[in-house]
């Protein structure tokens, strides 16, 4: 019979931002050890609170079943003597694989006779097998931060004090550094403190609910939105959406109550982003805005208590956040008496990074690439760019972005529009950190893009060429995200740009800067943003080798790739596509790089070659218009039309024909086919 399986592993509270990760990680470790002792089960579950993550897996199979394997050893010829004998060799591969010589089997292949080792070994129960599983499974999950306690030598993110482990219902006994296995779990740590008996999964879930913990992380996300959504209608407004928010607050607590605090009207005279993220980032409110969308001086919290007063839980909010907010108010007044321009010269006491200087002289290097990029795509908006890039990192050194960093940006776009300047530099200001996490939103104009990609491309190519370059899940300066930047805003905006060029003109301002030589730092620089291209496309459900073969043929400009990569996968979805595939492979295969040999038709031995000539010829011409108007699917289906031709051919000559002349002539004629689609993508790199 199959069994549930049931792991809780009870804990001081652990980060809200760990639980998520450590959710998907143990749900991928416990399957990886039931696979690898062929133990058949059924769906896996993951929950968490901040003090708790349970694993239930259904229908584990009770036990492991014979384990069968053969090993293949010497050819029978080395194994044994002509007289029947083993060798030593013989003698070495049976006692390597824990067998007698009598116990060697000779097994004939392809190749002849060879020796093989056949084994069995008895599975084990699956209680048994749980002893050692459970433990090393809890050791394995990956922690962003892990701890020792007391002289144990075991880590966890947070010291664990109690373990729940059933396997039918019965505990699987082992040790976590101090603490044995049971089944007695532990209720909400303040209003119910006291612990329970554990049966199995269902039981389990009824006796946490009954001891005020709320296991299922989308069951407590579904109580807060109920409860803030009716909060803020009785305060006459809406909830400001916030998914990120909800989703945080739902694992820092086990059993969620909403109260609603105020706070006074005049502190909406600080620009709303300031409010807002210091209810969000500081005190994790939630903000209201009534009909209009304005925000109002309200707020929502999420108790992980149900509170005998709620009166006083809301006076003690509405305290801290009031100091808060005085506290940003003071700093926007103050931050005021300075106009932005002023506060440019304090950059020269900003350390960007040691190697790379200041940030006033990151700020000259990505206006220059700014301007540059603004009189090649939009010429008119060269001085405004110029205005952009020399103030959009002058709220650096605000009193306001000191206290709060997540409002840099936002507060040099309040700063320029209070002090008149244009609206157009003012958003640019603020919208140059865009975009600011994966799939988030890019600048709306070309004025915040240009200076986002120079910026951007700057950070890239200055860590590049002082040999910060990220390693593994390490990225200190968050290369990867400014690839990541620069492709989707020249992607979303359309741009139509070389990168290489843009690498080059980066590289040309920090020719002082660079530790590295050059060439080097170019190579790694675009290699680097190929990769992220390629996760970008393949991110997008683009196949992989569509993405490589385009990618591998150029790159340069990305929007073309795009259009390309588009056709391509197009193509692919032909029915007809695989002999297609094939038959062009064939031919990169065959010419291996290719002849510049001009064909002569005077050498033509069969009617095919003729047939081939002629057909590239007029393939060649309809795929020149296609591609000179951007049209790739209709250059991929002149391509395609070639299909008969080039199998009529292969099937009709013999390419490497012993003359050389003929021989030649052929490779010259099939990289004329080659030619033609050497610019979109490399077929080798198609799946057929």
Known sequence: MAQELLLEIGTEEIPAGFLPKAMADMAALIRTELENAQLAFGAIRTLATPRRLLLVVEGVEEHQPTLRSEVMGPAKSVAFAADGKPTKAGEGFARGQGVTVDQLVIVETEKGAYVCAKKEQAGRPTAELLTEILPRLIQAIPFKKSMR????????????????????GAVVPFAFGNI???????????????????????????????????????????????????????????????????????????????????????????????????????????SLVDAAGKLMPAFITINNTLAPDPAVVVRGNERVLRARLSDARFFFEEDKKVPLADRV???????????????????????????????QLAPTLKEQAARAATLCKADLVSGMVGEFPEVQGVMGREYALLEGEDAEVAQAIYEHYLPTQAGGSIPSADLGAFVSIADKLDTLCGCFGVGLIPTGTADPYALRRSAIGILNIILGRGYRLSLPELVDRSLDLLTAKLTRPRPEVRADVLEFLRLRL??????QGYPQDVVDAVLSASFADVADALARVKALAELKGREDFEPLAVAFKRVVNIIKGGVD???????????????????????????????????????????????????????????????????????????GVARLFEGIADFSRIAA
């Open 180 to 286: 044995a296995s049971g089944n007695e779990s532990r209720g909400h740590r303040f209003m119910a403190p006291g612990t329970f008996s554990v049966k199995d999964f269902s039981q389990y879930l009824q006796e946490c609910e009954r001891h005020f913990v709320i296991v299922d992380p989308e069951k407590r996300k579904t109580i807060i939105r109920a409860e803030v959504a009716r909060l803020a209608k009785e305060a006459g407004g809406e909830v400001l959406a916030d998914e990120e928010l909800l989703e945080q607050v739902s694992y820092l607590v086990e059993y969620p109550s909403a109260v609603l605090g105020t706070f006074n009207p005049d502190f909406l005279q600080v620009p709303k982003e300031v409010l807002i993220t210091s209810m969000r980032s500081h005190q994790r409110y939630f």
């Open 534 to 539: 390629v996760n970008l496309l393949t991110g």
């Open 597 to 671: 040999t001009p064909v002569a038709p005077a050498l033509f031995a069969s009617p095919c070659e003729g047939a081939l000539f002629e057909a590239t010829g007029q393939a060649a011409g309809q795929v020149a218009q296609a591609v000179a108007a951007g049209d790739y699917a209709a250059a991929l289906r002149a391509i395609a039309g070639l299909r008969g031709t080039v199998d009529g051919f292969f099937e009709g000559v013999m390419v490497m024909a012993d003359q050389d002349a003929v021989r030649i002539n052929r490779l010259a004629l099939l990289t």
């Open 149 to 168: 306690w007391k002289d144990l030598e075991v880590r966890f993110a947070r010291p664990v004090h109690w373990i729940v482990a059933l396997y039918g």
């Open 345 to 375: 010269e304090a950059l020269k006491s900003v350390v960007y990074q040691a190697k790379l200087g200041t940030s006033f002289e990151k700020m000259e290097r990505f206006r220059a690439l700014a301007v540059g990029l603004a009189e």
